[in-house]
């Protein structure tokens, strides 16, 4: 279990203080910061939101949305609609998550957003056919202006970069779900799985791993 050892204390010493792990959810439209950041007094401006969207049928999970306010108030939520887990005749609930992100990616997921005008531009490839990696969309909201872009793949470095930031997050998250089931229901596994996780954490593969510290760190 060394690897186990390593990857938990690679995790621990990069973390930032975070909300607990949140339990599953079945609400179909859980809270939004962008609509709680909305309710602020009169007068007062608006907080920045950033949200990232991805649909893609045939991944897991299907959809999912980060959003993320510039005081680092975030949501992550998952879903899965047309999948149906082993055993049961319902789809997955819709997954809820609330933490806060680590400064460094606030601050660098708000840099990118000004470097590409806020999303306010065209920003897919469309120069010839590229492989379906799900559709993106990014948002950005605040009392001035309200923009989004949708793409599936881009050459943009900074769109690259932004992406591959969100999608390194759901990848912490999905991965700490399943290190909650097999905790419970295949203990056996845990050891390949963290293993796996440290190989895509050294190919930087998962993103704000401080997230999942108190499933790691129980473990």
């Known amino acids: 279990m060394k690897q186990l050892i390593l990857l938990v204390s690679l995790f621990t010493v990069c973390a930032a203080p975070a909300r607990s792990w949140s339990q599953p959810q079945s609400q179909s439209q859980p809270q939004n910061v ?46 899965s609609p ?11 609930p819709d997954y809820l998550l609330e933490f806060t992100m680590s400064a460094a990616s606030r601050d660098r997921i708000l840099q990118l957003a000004k470097e590409l005008n806020y999303f306010n531009g065209n920003f897919d490839f469309t120069q010839h056919k590229v492989a379906n990696t799900g559709r993106k969309t990014l948002t950005y909201a605040d ?24 999608q390194g997050i759901s990848n912490t998250i999905e991965h700490g779900r399943k290190l909650q089931f097999m905790r419970r229901f295949d203990k056996l596994g845990l050891a390949a799985e963290l293993k796996a996780m440290e190989t895509m954490s050294k190919a930087d593969y998962l993103a704000e791993v401080q997230i999942i510290a108190p499933i790691l760190q129980s473990i």
Not at 146 to 162: G, L, R, Y
């Open 34 to 79: 962008a609509a709680a950041q909305e309710q602020s007094a009169p007068g007062v401006p608006v907080t920045p939101v950033i949200t990232f969207d991805l649909n893609w049928e045939a991944a897991t999970p299907q959809n999912y949305t980060i959003t993320m306010d510039a005081n680092g108030k975030a949501q992550y939520v998952s879903r």
């Open 82 to 92: 047309t999948r149906t887990p082993e055993g049961s005749t319902e789809p997955d």
């Open 143 to 166: 009392s001035a202006r309200s923009f989004h872009t949708t793409f599936n793949w881009s050459e943009n470095k900074a769109i690259e970069q932004i992406t591959k930031i969100f």
